[in-house]
């Protein structure tokens, strides 16, 4: 007999201990696959209690950690936070709070303009680097209604202002694809983080395209929904008319779910609208026969890489083998859409950027004599070059004599992009095109001229002035191996069709890893 205190010796015979170490390596296995799932598989995975939130978020946190020293997609990950609202959410689940919900406890990214109560919301900026909201955006509470876990706060460009996520304050952001190039932008860490594998969902804002086109750059997928759609409340706004919040996924179905859990009306946002259409996931079929689409001919032009152009006729073939009818048609207006998008974003961005003045909030420039001061020290050393670019050229296209030179005639261009897509969509049920005229730019490159950055926008900036819904989605590689993106872009709130025809899209090609290859 063994006496008090004493230890007992266990003896495992080498086979024994083969077997266990065989069980352990296909068990840590098992897990690490756990983060190259969908949100929605996950979510059903968690439901069916063959993994909890809490193990999720563990596994999703290990792949930050090993994975962010390359890709750098995060600003602020909320470890703690995260973990203790994961078993919040866990016991929910096992309570039945959240039976109708697909994406309970799976962990979710979110810009960082996005404001989160109690967790840093800077959005990459020295203005607002130790801002700490005192609460949550409407779309972050409707994500905790849906017990959806968030991990932290991923980069963008400084204030939503541009189109590699290079211009933030804090650090570059590396495509997933090839860290030699961007992940685009605005919202270039949360597609890169959900690309990585660093999240299984993003929330991103499209302002003309921030969300779409570094979906495009990153292989993922991306939706603009209708202006009014989703709520801006808590949304740090860059151009109040054109910014939309939106879903980014590995697939059309989680961003389908994303968007039903955040869409709807809400009074704290005058310009939200009711949904009566918000069962999207409802949506998804493969038959999409009889469907109409266009092609307009200068979306496949000068200027568009030949790669991608090849990618979208292929794309378009495979919607004419489904039984959708195709055809190019012309849609002439959409060539001033840059041009008008600029000068309104910029009018736009001027107005709602002066309440960071060292003031009430912010940055403050510690030496300063009078309030003049203040306020220039404190602006020129709180914002970078490219917001105080377009604040600088917004003052100047709404300063008198030149109002009704530039901006009002840019809202007259813009009323006349709105009446060219409600005429096309009087023949088409969407249109159809690239994303991006361009695959990811190396590093760099677009900072050296950004008239060539914006230039980038021609395709994704006037659906933003149309106010319409856009899903940009993975259609291929080019020679280098990095993805094309298509867009499809609805009649307002049609996000219904453009979903299905994506899902149907995707059907034939399915999801690609980056690190796959």
């Not at 919301?121 to 959806?148: H, Q, W």
């Not at 939503?160 to 685009?184: C, H, L």
């Not at 009889?290 to 495979?318: H, W």
């Not at 000068?343 to 009078?370: H, Q």
């Amino acid at each position: 007999m063994m006496g008090r205190g004493e230890k007992m010796e266990i003896t495992i015979k080498p086979e024994m201990a083969k077997k266990i170490e065989i069980a352990d390596k296909i068990e840590r296995a098992k897990k690490t696959q756990i983060t190259q799932i969908t949100a929605c598989e996950l979510g059903k995975l968690i439901k069916e209690r063959k993994i909890s939130a809490v193990e999720a978020m563990e596994e999703q946190l290990a792949a930050i950690k090993k994975r962010e020293t390359d890709y750098q997609c995060y600003l602020t990950v909320a470890e703690e936070e995260a973990l203790e609202e994961a078993k919040r959410v866990q016991a929910g689940i096992d309570s039945g709070m959240y039976a109708d919900s697909p994406l309970a406890g799976v962990p979710i990214a979110v810009k960082d303009n996005i404001c989160t109560k109690g967790i840093r919301t800077t959005c990459a900026s020295k203005m607002l680097e130790n801002f700490i909201p005192p609460y949550d955006a409407t779309v972050i509470r409707r994500l905790k209604e849906a017990g959806m876990v968030m991990i932290g706060k991923v980069n963008m460009d400084e204030f939503a202002m541009g189109s590699t996520t290079e211009t933030s304050y804090f650090k570059q952001t590396k495509n997933p694809w090839d860290i030699t190039r961007v992940p685009g932008g605005s919202s270039g860490g949360a597609a890169a983080a959900v690309a990585a594998e660093e999240a299984f969902l993003a929330l991103g804002s499209d302002t003309g395209g921030s969300i779409r086109q570094p979906s495009s750059f990153c292989g993922v997928t991306g939706l603009k929904p209708t202006y009014g759609t989703v709520s801006r409340y808590g949304l740090i706004a860059y151009a109040s008319s054109l910014d939309q919040i939106g879903p980014i996924g590995r697939d059309v179905t989680d961003c389908a779910a994303l968007l039903e859990a955040i869409a709807g009306s809400d009074p704290y946002d005058s310009t939200c609208v009711a949904s009566k259409t918000s069962a999207y996931r409802g949506a998804l079929g493969n038959d999409i026969s009889g469907m109409r689409i266009g092609i307009p001919n200068g979306y496949l032009s000068e200027g568009l890489e030949e790669a991608v152009k090849e990618k979208i006729l292929k794309a378009s073939e495979v919607f004419e083998q489904k039984g959708a009818k195709v055809e190019f048609f012309d849609l002439p207006a959409f060539t001033y859409a840059i041009p008008a998008y600029y000068v309104i974003a910029s009018a736009e961005a001027s107005s709602n950027l002066s309440r960071f003045d060292g003031v009430k909030y912010g940055y403050r420039t510690p030496e300063f004599e009078n309030l003049k001061e203040l306020y220039e020290k404190t602006r020129s050393e709180g914002f970078g070059d490219e917001v105080k670019r377009r604040m600088m050229i917004g003052a100047f296209v709404l300063s008198s004599g030149y109002y009704d030179a530039y901006y009002n005639k840019a809202l007259k261009v813009k009323a006349v992009i709105k009446k060219a897509f409600d005429q096309a969509f009087s023949n088409y049920d969407m249109i159809l095109g690239p994303t991006a005229p361009t695959t990811a730019p190396k590093l760099g490159e677009s900072l050296v001229d950004p008239l060539k950055m914006y230039l980038g926008d021609i395709y994704t900036v006037s659906v933003n002035l149309a106010g319409l819904p856009a899903i940009s989605l993975p259609c291929g590689e080019d020679g280098n191996g990095m993805p094309v993106g298509m867009q499809l872009i609805g009649k307002p709130f049609g996000e219904k069709i453009i979903l299905q025809a994506a899902y149907s899209f995707e059907q034939t090609r399915g999801y690609k890893r980056p690190f796959d290859r």
